[in-house]
Structure formats: C-alpha cells, structure tokens
C-alpha cells in the first residue's frame, strides 16, 4: 500500500526531509546574488563593490538562520521554497542597489528637491525584518491548522486593512497607503494573506452546501441566493476598492484569489463562469468611469502615442528597456532602465531585469516564480486537510495572479497596476508579507510531508503472523 | 479536492507561459522595433557613451571628446579652429544629432560600424575601453586656411580639388559657426543654435556644397568646351562668326559685353581672355539647348554629388532660346554650387577627365589600423584629352594676358577664368565674384579650384572675380603646391 515517492512532495511514508538538498541550493542561491552584486559593482565602478562583504555576510546570516529555523522547526518542509524566495530577495537586493548607482536617478530627486538616500541598505532592513516575520511565523505556528480559529479574525483584519488608506492621502494617483510618521505600508500585501487564511475557513465550512444545494439551469449549476451571497459581497467589494482606492491590481488579485479558493473548495466549474462574467463587467463598468483606470488602459493599448507619453512615458520606457535587452541583455549595470525614473525599483523592477539580464534573465527569474507557485500548489495537493489545501493553494494562487499581474503590467500584457514584483521590488511591506506568505506554505509542507505516526501495534496480528521456519 | 487542485496548476502555468511568452515577444520578435524607435534615448547615450574617433586633416585630429557630467552622455564632441572646419566636419551635437561627416561616418566614430565588429570583439578580450575608429579625410590643412582666410569676413565659399584623383583639399565656407557652442546638452547650447539658426547671414549653410550661385562667366568655360566637343568650331585662335551688337534669339535685346572689349569675331581664345558675352552666348544658341545640357550633365550638372557629403544639385535647365543663351555665360537659371565649378576646373586641367570628388581617404580601426582606404574613381569624360589641352591654353591666356592676372603665380603654370555673375532683379544686387582655376607645376596638376565671394564689402564698381576671387584662389593653390 505504501509508495514511496520521494522526488515530490506528496506525502508518503518516510519521506526523506531534504534538509540537505536546501541547504545546497541555499549555498546557491546566495552565491548567484553574491556574484550578481560584484558584477554590478565591476561594471559601473570597474572594482569590487565597498559593501560587498557586508552585503554577502547579511544574505548569509539571513539565509542561514532561515535555514536552522526551517531545519529545527520545520524539518519536512518542501525544500525549494526557502531557497528560490533567497534567490529573488537576493536579486531584488542587488537589482535595487544597481539603481541606487544611477545618477539620473539621483538627479531627478534633487531636482524634485529630495533629499536622495538609497534604498538598499532599507530593503536589507527590510528583508532582515521579512526573515524575522518567518522566523516568527515557524516558531509560533507549530500547525498550520490552528489558522481555522482565526477565520472572522481574519476577516475583519482584511477589510480593515483594506478600508484604512481610504482616510490616508493619495499616493501617484491610488490610495493604497498608510502612512504614519516616516513609515507607510502597503495593506494590500498583508491583507492577501488573511483574506486567504479566511477563505480557507469560511468554504471549508460551507464548501458542501455551495457545491450541492443548486439548482440545475442551462447546464450550469446555479448556487442558491443564501450560497451566493459571499460571492457577490466580495465581488462588490473588489469593485468598491477599485472606485476608492483605485487600486486595480489588489481588486483583481482578490476576485483571482476568491473564484480560485471557490472552484478548488467546490469542484464546480460554473463558479468560475460566473466569476469571470463578473469581473468582466465590474472591469467594463468602472473603466468607462473612473479616469485613473481608463488612462491606464490607454496606456496598455497605445503606449507610444503622444496622449500617453505626455501623461506618463513610463511604459513606453519599460518596453524599451525589455526592447534593449534583447536576447542576453545588456549585463548588470550597464543598461539604462532607470530612464523609467519613477518606480523603476519598485513596479518596475522586471524592466532592469528585462533589460540587464535580457530574455535569457527574465526566463530564469519567470521561471524561479513559477517554481515557487509550483511547489506551492504541490503543497497543497499533498496536504492532508481541507483547510491545508485550500490556504496552500489560495496562497500560491495569490503569488501566481500577483506575479502575472505585475510583470504582464509592465510588459504591457495587460493594463499597469500599481503591485509589486514580490521579493524583487523595493518595499517594506512587499518583502515582509510575502516572506510570511512563503513560511505558511513551508509550515503546511511541512505538515504534508511530515511521516505519519506508526500504527499502535496490535498484539493479535502478530500472534498469527508470526512463522517459524 | 485534488482535480481542481491539478487545473488550478495549469491555470498558474498558463499565467507563467502567457508571460514567457509575451518577454520572447518584447525581447525577440520586437526588440529591434523598439531599439530604433525615436523615443529610445539609449541610442543618443550610447553615442556619447565612448571617446569618439576623430576626423583626421593632414595626419592630425580636427576633433576631440572630452568628458562631461551632469547629464546622460559622458563625452562631449569638441572641435579645433571649429569655424574652419565645420563645412567638412558638421556637428555632432548631443541635443541636436549630426550632421556631413559627423553623420555619415558616425558608424566608424562610435565604433559601431559592423567593419569594426573584429575589432569590438577582440577588445572585449582584452577589456579595452570602447573608443570609436578614425576618418581620415583628404584635405590640406594649409589649403583650408589660405581659403578660410582668403575669404574672411566676407560672405562666400572656396573649394580645392586635386584634379588627378577628385581628392578635396579644401572646403571653406564663410561666415561660418563653431559647432562646439551647441554639442552640448545644456540650456547654453540650445540658445547658441537658436541664435545661429536665427542670424540672417546664415553661417551653419554650408555655401560649398549646398548653395547655388548663377556661375557668371566662369561657365564660358562648359560653353567652350561643348563649342569643342561639338565641332562648332574647332581651332581655338580661329575667329568666330560672331557679330557686335549679338541680339539673344527670339527677342531684340542685344547681349551686352562688360565694357568696350574686342569681341567682334573674335577668336575663341579671345572671347575667353576678354569674358566676351557676346561671342559664348551666341556659341549656346548656335548648339542649342540639348547639346548644352549635355555637356553641362557630363560635368556633373543636374545631379546631386555625394563627397560622400551630399552636395546640391547643380542646375541647367531645359529653357527657351534666349534664356538658354543667357544661361551659356551663366547667367539666367544656370545655377551651381562651388564644388562644381571646382570640378569644372578639375576636369579640363585632368585633361577631360572628371574624377569623383571625394574627401574621405580612409578610415581607421580605434588602434589606427587601416580599414578601408578610398580609390579614386572616374566620373565621366566631358571633353577629350586634345580639347581639354586647348580650353586649358585658353584658361592660361585669361591669366597670362587677361581677366584674371592677379592669380599669377612664380614658376607654376596657372589657367583660371573669372565670372561676375549678376545678382537679383536687373542685377540690383551686389553681384557674385567668381574665379575657378587650377595650377601646373612640372610634377603634374596638383590643384584646381573655385571660389565665390557673394557679399563683399567692396563697392560694386570694385567687384570682379579678378579682383575679389582670384587672390583667394591664388593662395588655396599656393598653398597646396607649398606643402607638396
């Protein structure tokens, strides 16, 4: 009965825990960054940065504790995850460092009459902080299951979070800030994660009654109105985010997250129908009123055209960078993506990738992102528990809409909206979520993939099975 | 719960691939669309990125690079006795774009030219900086002065050619401007061109290659060669039929001489030493207007030149009798611009044949290697060898013993003709002073060229092309001989 497969994560008797294998791919993951950061420093000042050793010792010192963590907390845990979130945050690190470097950068801020300070010794902060959230995360939830206490919890957490930049002023056109004193967050970044452990909950509970009390009409299974309550609440919700916050990426990410964790949680196809029916026609509806998002459409479609450019050259500047890189890129430091100017380590962060890593870069960090959606999903198909899947899944989903988002945004895929690239940009909030959205999915692999206890022995069965020769 | 799970990942591996996808589009499929739209600054950074190579007169750079700061190019272009030299060299402006050899060699100068991709790639080895090849250029340093001095602050251009080869010796243009005041990137720069651009006496025209001027009499010089050419008249000391007054065909207006000159009957030889209206423009009503723009096309006439610096169109017309008389003493809507009649003169002292003209004779690597060298090139025959000699002994009259003596110079050979071309409506501006000559020494034909001063300070009375044109011409020939 039992088999052991020991190249995935499906939970099988004696898996082995891999601590090893991440540790190695740890040592990888540091080195690539290591390297990346003496490339930027060779080609922009032709010798080896000055922070160099303060910048590998950090990423070691973070990663290493990360990693005894992961092996004394969390000794099962899928162990890919860990390392490609080093690598990205590793990147990220020296990707915002190489913008740091550029004059014109430094330029536009005296000329905005700022005062310049660069942002990668914050994002190391940041990402020390980030490291402490996982840290924290493994060491206090011992099970992911005790989530499913916190349901309305949550809940409320999430439409606070997602409610307050409503009374805090507009930040480049979206009100998704909160800003007290020197700091300001992102709420939407945490709010993902509550919304996710509250979805979890809530269908896990009510997972039945949505999928069997409906009513056949035209081949589709409608649900009933008590039953499609939730839907049309978060569906309005999303919408109501979008109109005051104007904040197209959270919105979309949500409504994403909510028809995923529905469909995984209901087996029925007909909700995704009706989700995208839905949001097709929220997105229809505010864009023909709401002139931020429109703008942002017109950007998508004609990006070159003199309306556009003289409103915001910014995707216009992406595409050239992605242009410019070509098939190897331009080499790290050596590509001009900071003529994007505003939030070109933020947003816009894939176009120096784009452009100094060129497609050859942009595939590999692509594909780490996909990887870690993989081994996410992974995880919630070995997870023995609804909730377990449902918050795996609901998570990875949340990674994948929000990668896909972003990148497609600054490809100009689809429409831009104001999200980050997680672990790559610059932002506090960014890093800290995500690497507690990336603890969650090691602690629900973790439980997956943990042995299960041997069965209590049973003093009858061995009495007759024993034969002597 | 484990099928939606597995759809669930397609759905995320769609995303993934949708974006893989679309970075192989951007980054493949359109990467050369983007790289060369207008908008990309990376194109103007990257030619200011490097040292540009320099343009090379007489084995010496006329321009340099030095490095700036304060915006997105790191080198800016600077340029020695800029004024002098701008009609060859052009700008190359960091707000502006380029222009003439700035331009055309800019591949060479940045070092992007696909001739240097060997070169590129072997200093990637070597991690040598990128610098940009040389151009080296024909022209004679000490020819430019004498012309860029000769004319001075008078309004005009002088251009020397060697005959034998087409090789430009010199290409002066005044007024003039220092491209160095706007290569920059800066508020000061653009209201320096501003200010050029403004300025009535236009000094960024370039008057050698890219105006036109009526060619006055020095185009009797084309007239009697078709004269020649066409057998209307074969022995230069012949007298023509060619009555006093001459009354231009289909009107009753008789073509006046300057002046009370010998030109009834006179010999072709005379006619020329005299500048005799009268005898050339009945010379082009008797060939006609056909057989004139022949003989003008096979000079270079109505097409544009590339040097490889592209000069106007030099023009003569398809017209009506009468004007096509007046055009054959270049006046009417015979038009050309200096570097024609330069080659004009370049022609017959080659003995008939018209060498391309051209001012690049070689380019080099950033390690000075030699990558191409240019190869002097035949344009067209517009007269044969015997002919040629004969039209020369007419120019050398015009010196020895006529209008033009004040290009005279000690022990050389020199033939030239003048011209006085009339300007405006009944000629009521100061008229073009034009001179075109070439000069033989006993080691061959070094030098032929023409200059026009177009606005001189001088009084009317006092404008002639022996008087004006001729002492610049004498010292561009001087010079060039000197230096041999």
Redesign the interface.
Known sequence: MSVVTNTTTIGAIDAPSRRNTELMMMVFAIAISVFAYANVGLAIDGKLPSGMLGYGAGLVLLGGVAHLVVRKFAPYADPLLLPLATLLNGLGLVLIWRLDQSQRLIQRAKQMGFTYSPDAPKQLLYSAIGVAFFVAVLMVLKDHRVLQRYTYISMVVALVLLITPIFFPEVNGAKIWISLGPFSIQPGEFAKIFIAIFFSGYLMVKRDALALASRRFMGMYLPRGRDLGPILTIWALSILILVFETDLGTSLLFFGLFIVMLYVATERTSWIVFGLLMSAAGAVGVATFEPHVQQRVDAWLAPFSEKTMAQSDQIAQSLMSFGSGGTLGSGLGQGHSDLIMFAANADFILSTVGEELGLAGMMAVLLVYGLIVERGIRTALAARDPFGKLLAVGLSGAFAIQVFVVAGGVMGLIPLSGMTMPFLAYGGSSVLANWALIAILIRISDTARRPAPAPAPSPDAEMTQVVRP | ?????????I???V??L???V???Y???V??????S?D????VR?ERYAHERGDIIVDGKAITGSVETD?S?FKYKRVWKDGPMWAPVTGYSSQAFDSTQLENLEDGILTGNDDQLFFNRTLSMFTGDQKKGGNVVTTLNGAAQKAAFEGLGDQKGAAVALDPETGAILALASTPSYDPSVFAGNSEKDSEARAKLLADKDQPMLNRALRETYPPGSTFKVVTAAAALENGLYDNIDDPTKSPLPWVLPGTTLPLKNEGNIPCENASLREALRWSCNSVFGKVSADLGNKKMIEEADKFGFNQEIFTPVRADKSVFPEDIPSQSAMAGIGQASNRATPLQMAMVASAIANDGKLMQPYMVASRQAPNTDTIDTAEPKEMSRPVSAENAQKIQQMMETVVEKGTGTTAKIDGVTVGGKTGTAENGLNNSKKPYAWFISYAKTDKGTPVAVAVVVADSKANRENISGGGLAAPIAKAIMKAVIDSK
């Open positions: 719960m484990n099928k939606p799970l597995r759809r669930i990942a759905f995320c591996g995303l993934i949708a974006l893989l679309r970075t192989n951007l980054q493949y359109r990467a050369d669309e983007l790289n739209r908008e990309n600054r990376r950074i304060g997105d």
